[in-house]
């Protein structure tokens, strides 16, 4: 039968957690069909349905967590559906790698594998003894005592398995998943409070008087008023990943000011004669077009640093930075010296908002060549950014403010937007970087180069 795994659907994603089953067993999938949604560390995203058939077992529930290539399901042709309780054993078994032979062999089918675990024939009385086990956790894994008689508690497989692990009585924890089940991150919750909770509220037995040294003082604990906040799967991988783009990554900085007052003009003549249902042209989307043009002439900032050789694209793919609620994301726009500024406007304002509802897909995120990061909108004056691996720059916008500058040698107002451009330094060198600089400084000075 068809196992259907947890997918790579990032190029950063190491594990997924099923979201949402949006099929049940026994209903019939085609080739195609969205069987769940998936949580990322990025987005999230549709499980896809690769065979057709019946889905006969769900093996992972909403809100587990698994790593890529686990098993989440299976497809098969109807026969293999199974009783509640026994679909349930089954969960279990394919969680920590036991094959639960005795379920499968009552329902009259070859039993089901363990991911990476050969398929065994089990004899009848190893299936006998099977489905005897199958429906509690086996004594050997360590479970309290009181759990076999608190069997109603509601918890995932792996949180039974975690559970036991640690010698943990599931009664004594909260479960926050749907209908009160107990999660992966319940247990995990549970194990950093009791980390955290101080030496006297779990004494040790004295083996004997003898005399010690004085411990070494532990990190001091979070004060009374501080919350300890756990951070999202996104926030995670966002840290993992700024840590080795910084680590790996040798910056170069390099910042210049320039002059947006004749782009302003020509922005608002673009939205003026916009119709209705057309989308706004942002200054943002001018920079990226304006950027794009710029790698076309500076090709070497259109590249990567990969197993010590310089990889220059042929593709010109500007990612844009979106802030959304519990991270940031970057969406790459696709060839874009090669499209109108409104075309790239609207391809913009479509992957925001699917940033924003989470409905990013893995081709939306990967590929890209360079990124543009704006923070014009925040009222601030410079910033630098770090750098997306494994491009080999990034540019960081700040906000336009109106200034003095002079001009026949008389001071004048224009508005100025100053920008920063952070490279790597394995690829790029000082002059390198000011040069390109330059060249987007002279398309966005003069705007009407960006409409050609």
Same mark, same amino acid.
């Given at each position: 039968m068809p196992e259907v795994t947890m997918p790579r659907l990032s190029d950063t994603m190491q594990e997924g957690t099923i979201g949402r089953w949006l099929k049940k067993p026994g209903d019939e999938v085609k080739r195609g069909d969205i069987l769940a949604e998936i949580e990322t560390d990025k987005a999230t995203m549709d499980l896809q349905a690769y065979d057709a058939g019946i889905l006969e077992q769900i093996l992972v529930g909403e809100g587990e967590t698994v790593p890529i290539g686990q098993p989440v399901a299976i497809i098969g042709s109807g026969e293999g559906a199974r009783k509640p309780e026994q679909r349930e054993a089954a969960k279990a078994g394919a969680k920590d790698g036991r094959a639960v032979a005795g379920a499968a062999v009552a329902a009259g089918e070859r039993p089901g594998t363990a991911a990476g675990a050969p398929t065994a024939q089990v004899s009848a009385a190893e299936a006998r003894r099977g489905a005897e086990a199958a429906p509690a956790a086996p004594p050997a894994m360590g479970v309290p005592a009181g759990i076999e008689e608190g069997a109603r508690i509601k918890a995932s497989p792996l949180a039974r398995r975690m559970a036991a692990e640690h010698g943990l009585d599931l009664r004594q924890i909260q479960g926050r998943g749907p209908g009160g089940r107990i999660e992966r991150a319940d247990i995990e919750d549970y194990l950093e409070q009791q980390r955290m909770a101080p030496a006297v509220a779990a004494p040790q037995p004295v083996a004997a008087p003898v005399e010690a040294p004085a411990p070494t003082p532990a990190a001091p604990a979070a004060p009374p008023e501080a919350e300890v906040i756990k951070p999202s799967r996104?926030?995670?991988?966002?840290?993992?990943?700024?840590?080795?783009?910084?680590?790996?990554?040798?910056?170069?900085?390099?910042?210049?000011?320039?002059?947006?007052?004749?782009?302003?003009?020509?922005?608002?003549?673009?939205?003026?004669?916009? %119709?209705?249902?057309?989308?706004?042209?942002?200054?943002?989307? !001018? $920079?990226? #077009? *304006?950027? @794009?043009?710029? +790698?076309?002439?500076?090709?070497?900032?259109?590249?990567?640093?990969?197993?010590?050789?310089?990889?220059?694209?042929?593709?010109?793919?500007?990612?844009?930075?979106?802030?959304?609620?519990?991270?940031?994301?970057?969406?790459?726009?696709?060839?874009?010296?090669?499209? %109108?500024?409104?075309?790239?406007?609207?391809?913009?304002?479509? !992957? $925001?908002? #699917? *940033?924003? @509802?989470?409905? +990013?897909?893995?081709?939306?995120?990967?590929?890209?060549?360079?990124?543009?990061?704006?923070?014009?909108?925040?009222?601030?004056?410079?910033?630098?950014?770090?750098?997306?691996?494994?491009?080999a720059a990034i540019l960081a916008v700040a906000s336009v403010r109106k200034q003095f500058v002079p001009v026949d040698g008389q001071p004048v107002i224009r508005d100025i937007m100053p920008v920063t451009m952070s490279a790597d330094h394995r690829i790029l060198y000082g002059a390198g970087v000011a040069r390109f600089l330059q060249e987007v400084k002279r398309l966005l000075q003069n705007p009407y180069s960006l409409l050609g």
């Open positions: 996104m926030q995670a991988a966002i840290a993992r990943r700024m840590v080795e783009a910084k680590q790996a990554i040798p910056h170069i900085y390099v910042s210049t000011e320039i002059d947006v007052t004749d782009l302003l003009a020509l922005r608002q003549t673009l939205n003026a004669s916009a %119709g209705e249902d057309e989308v706004k042209v942002s200054i943002n989307d !001018l $920079v990226v #077009k *304006a950027c @794009a043009l710029a +790698l076309e002439k500076f090709p070497e900032v259109n590249s990567s640093f990969q197993d010590g050789q310089f990889i220059r694209h042929k593709q010109i793919n500007i990612g844009i930075a979106v802030d959304i609620p519990d991270g940031l994301v970057v969406p790459v726009i696709r060839d874009a010296n090669l499209k %109108g500024v409104r075309t790239i406007a609207r391809e913009a304002k479509a !992957l $925001v908002e #699917k *940033a924003r @509802a989470r409905k +990013l897909s893995q081709a939306d995120l990967e590929g890209g060549t360079f990124s543009v990061s704006n923070l014009g909108m925040m009222d601030v004056t410079s910033f630098v950014a770090i750098i997306n691996p494994p491009e």
